[in-house]
C-alpha cells in the first residue's frame, strides 16, 4: 500500500507547458495567509503538483527548500482526497517565519478548500470536434 502516497514523477508538474497551462487556465484560486494556490482540471487521471518559489519572496535556499519539502509532504498525504487537478503552489512574502506545524494546518486547508471548489465545478468532458 505504499504507492499510494508516492510521489513518483506523474505527479509533478513537470516542464513549462505543464506550468503555463496552470497559470492561463487557472479555474481554482485559493488564498492562505502565506500560500496561494492555483489550479485546473487535469487531462491525466491523476492530480499533479507543481512548486514554485521564487527567491524574490523566500530569499534563503534552506528556507526555500523546507517550503517545497513541507508542500509536497502535505500533497503526498492529501493526494487521494483531491480531484484530477493541475495545482502549482506559490509561497507569499513572510513564509520563512512561520512554523512547520502552522504551514501544514495552512496546506491541510488549502487543499479541503481546493477539493470543494473542483466538486462544485465539475470536469466537463470536452466535446470539441476531432479533425
Known amino acids: 500500500m505504499t504507492t499510494l502516497y508516492s510521489f513518483g514523477a506523474e505527479l509533478r508538474l513537470r516542464c513549462a507547458a505543464d506550468y503555463k497551462g496552470v497559470f492561463n487556465g487557472a479555474l481554482f484560486k485559493v488564498h492562505q495567509p502565506h500560500f496561494l494556490f492555483l489550479a485546473k482540471h487535469s487531462e491525466l487521471p491523476n492530480s499533479r503538483l507543481g512548486l514554485v518559489v ?3 519572496k523566500v530569499r534563503r535556499a534552506h528556507e526555500r527548500n523546507r517550503v517545497k519539502r513541507l508542500a509536497r509532504e502535505s ?3 492529501h493526494q487521494q482526497q483531491l480531484d484530477d487537478l493541475d495545482i ?10 512561520v512554523p512547520n506545524a502552522e504551514l501544514h494546518q495552512q496546506l491541510q486547508f488549502a487543499w479541503q478548500k481546493l477539493n470543494r471548489l473542483a466538486k462544485k465545478h465539475p470536469k466537463i468532458a470536452s466535446s470539441s470536434p476531432q479533425k
Open 54 to 56: 521564487a527567491k524574490k
Open 75 to 77: 500533497f503526498r498525504l
Open 88 to 97: 502549482v503552489v506559490m509561497p507569499k512574502v513572510g513564509i520563512e517565519a
